[in-house]
Structures are given as structure tokens and as C-alpha cells.
């Protein structure tokens, strides 16, 4: 069957029927990879894809700026606003503690350099790579987009997996955002469609549904 909008639907339906546990679990994409070479591919697929319909949680949006971006960042719903003072001197434990606080870390892109010093070794491990934010941007667009965003990343094994929404969010809404993923993925691999060898979909603590299986 060939992987549509409506294929996807439907074995979000199914995994959604799986009883479930008592918190709100998230509804995960897992495409699994076929003839690719893992280690010469490992590093290049990081894909930040923004959700057309939304995660469906809340994520931690923190800041790294000054002056009247870091007053727009407090006054937009940022988690945490650290400002090139709050760097300075920062030791590993807190900077530890910033880092498992975050989901994403919003940085405006002249103080790069000094959250790379501070940040970066604690962002590095946890796979939360600085966005970079032109100054005379608008940090609450920003927050906002990366507030759905999530990291398609490929590691050490043919697979890809990551969150698509939430077991309450529709069916419908669910497979568009999966579907955007998929076209963010395939567009970073070799041989595109081809290098796909099946999509599976499941909640956090359900069974996997293989699409059109």
C-alpha cells in the first residue's frame, strides 16, 4: 500500500486503541531504514521539523540573549531567559541542569560563542543543538514555532524515531504531522522513498502498528 495521509490515519486509529497509561503519552513515528550505510549517514540526518499541527504538550523554550530580545523572550512565554552575565563563570553542574530543563535553546546568534563554551558541552550529549536567532528577529515567532518543533535524527542504528503528538490529539492531525517528517527524512536520503523500508506508529507504552501492514 502505498504510504498516503490516509494510511497513516489509520494506524494511528490502531495504536490508539491500545489501552493506554495513567499520563498523556505521546504518539511516536519510527521509520525504519533500508540499504543505507548507518555510519556514513549517522551525522547527516538531524532534521528540525516543525509539526503543522502541533505537538500536542508543551515543550521548554529557553533564551539566551540580551537587551530588548531577552525582555520580548521573558514577556513570550520562555521557560528560562539566561543572559551573557548568567553565562559567565556557569559551572558544568548548572549548566547540566539547564540543559535537562530544555527542550530547545533559543540563542541569539552574536552570544553563539559563548553558550558553544558554557552550553554546548552539556547540549552536545543530549542531542539539543543552539538555534541560532538573527538579532533583529522576533524571538516570540521563534518560541512559538519551536514550541512544535521536533529533531528527526539518525543514530547508530537504520532507524529514525521520534514523537509526532499526543494519544488526545486527532488521528487525522497526527498522520499530517508524521507525514511531514517522512518528506523531511526522505528528502535527506540517498535514494529518497526507496530507502524506506516501513513506517511504524505507536503510543509510548503500546503495541507498534506497522503502516498498511
Given at each position: 500500500?502505498?504510504?498516503?495521509?490516509?494510511?497513516l490515519?489509520?494506524?494511528?486509529?490502531?495504536?490508539?486503541?491500545?489501552?493506554?497509561?495513567?499520563?498523556?503519552?505521546?504518539?511516536?513515528?519510527?521509520?525504519?531504514?533500508?540499504?543505507?550505510?548507518v555510519?556514513?549517514?549517522?551525522?547527516?540526518?538531524?532534521?528540525?521539523?516543525?509539526?503543522?499541527?502541533?505537538?500536542?504538550?508543551?515543550?521548554?523554550?529557553?533564551?539566551?540573549?540580551?537587551?530588548?530580545?531577552?525582555?520580548?523572550?521573558?514577556?513570550?512565554?520562555?521557560?528560562?531567559?539566561?543572559?551573557?552575565?548568567?553565562?559567565?563563570?556557569?559551572?558544568?553542574?548548572?549548566a547540566?541542569?539547564?540543559?535537562?530543563?530544555?527542550?530547545?535553546?533559543?540563542?541569539?546568534t552574536?552570544?553563539?560563542?559563548?553558550?558553544?563554551?558554557?552550553?554546548?558541552?552539556?547540549?552536545?550529549?543530549?542531542?539539543?543543538?543552539?538555534?541560532?536567532?538573527?538579532?533583529?528577529?522576533?524571538?516570540s515567532?521563534?518560541?512559538?514555532?519551536?514550541?512544535?518543533a521536533?529533531?528527526?535524527?539518525?543514530?547508530?542504528?537504520?532507524?529514525?524515531?521520534?514523537?509526532?503528538?499526543?494519544?488526545?490529539?486527532?488521528?487525522?492531525?497526527?498522520?499530517?504531522n508524521?507525514?511531514?517528517?517522512?518528506?523531511?527524512?526522505?528528502?535527506?536520503?540517498?535514494?529518497?522513498?526507496?530507502?524506506?523500508?516501513?513506517?511504524?506508529?505507536?503510543?509510548?507504552?503500546?503495541?507498534?502498528?506497522?503502516?498498511?501492514?
Open positions: 500500500m502505498p504510504l498516503t495521509k490516509e494510511s490515519a489509520q494506524a494511528v486509529e490502531k495504536a490508539l486503541a491500545y489501552k493506554r497509561g495513567n499520563f498523556k503519552e505521546s504518539v511516536e513515528l519510527i521509520i525504519v531504514l533500508k540499504d543505507v550505510n555510519k556514513e549517514l549517522g551525522g547527516k540526518i538531524r532534521e528540525t521539523v516543525i509539526l503543522p499541527k502541533g505537538r500536542g504538550k508543551d515543550q521548554s523554550i529557553c533564551v539566551v540573549a540580551d537587551g530588548e530580545m531577552a525582555e520580548k523572550a521573558r514577556a513570550s512565554g520562555a521557560l528560562m531567559v539566561l543572559t551573557p552575565s548568567d553565562l559567565q563563570g556557569m559551572s558544568k553542574k548548572n547540566k541542569k539547564i540543559a535537562d530543563k530544555c527542550d530547545w535553546v533559543l540563542v541569539k552574536d552570544l553563539m560563542a559563548i553558550v558553544g563554551r558554557t552550553l554546548g558541552p552539556a547540549l552536545g550529549p543530549r542531542g539539543k543543538a543552539p538555534v541560532p536567532v538573527p538579532p533583529t528577529a522576533d524571538i515567532a521563534f518560541i512559538s514555532r519551536y514550541k512544535n521536533i529533531v528527526a535524527r539518525l543514530k547508530d542504528q537504520p532507524q529514525i524515531m521520534t514523537a509526532v503528538g499526543t494519544v488526545d490529539m486527532k488521528p487525522e492531525d497526527i498522520a499530517e508524521a507525514l511531514s517528517v517522512i518528506t523531511a527524512v526522505e528528502a535527506k536520503l540517498p535514494q529518497g522513498e526507496a530507502n524506506i523500508g516501513k513506517i511504524i506508529v505507536k503510543t509510548t507504552m503500546g503495541a507498534p502498528i506497522e503502516v498498511g501492514g
